[in-house]
């Protein structure tokens, strides 16, 4: 018998159109638990929000801002996707903005990178030591010396995949664009929570 549980959540696209503003995001749909349901929705679209605020809608009138979503993970209770806003004021070029969101959509859990790992485990020196080899090995042009990886990384989970990204110009100048790090499970599984979103693409 399928367990329906696990199955992929269905998403649909909501559009905001706006003066200045033609963005998509997604919505969660057909969830048998409608409260968890309302509020993964609600943090979606907030997210949206802010985002749309940091850009600098609303203090500049020139601003322009277009986006839209990109589903990375949905399967075995988890969401992972990114929202994508490109915004122009005038000059030779817009600016991208990416964040992200991974979700449990059992139980509404919005995850931290902390929370994807054992309790006491030394996640960030890892995810550190494995960055820098790709560094090194893609021979990356880094316009700032990479430090570390911080509490508050932006990442989404892509099947098998952890995926630590950066903003424009955090790591390297606007010609390459942001900057994304591709991490296999099996690299970091000793230090996985077995139960968290990595734990569950692993098996």
Known sequence: MTNTSILPVSIKARHIVEPRIDIYFPQITGLSHVTIEQEMNKRIESQVYRMIRKQGYLENPETEITGGFDLKNNQRN??????????????????????????DVQTGRVYALRDLFKKGSNYQQRINELIRMQIKTRKLDLLNEFKGIHPNQYFYVADKTLVIYFQLYELQAYVYGLTYFPISVYDLAEIIDEEGPLGRMMY
């Open 78 to 103: 988890i969401l992972s996707f990114t929202n994508s806003h490109y915004s122009y004021s005038g000059g030779a070029h817009g600016l991208t903005m990416v964040r992200s969101l991974t979700v």
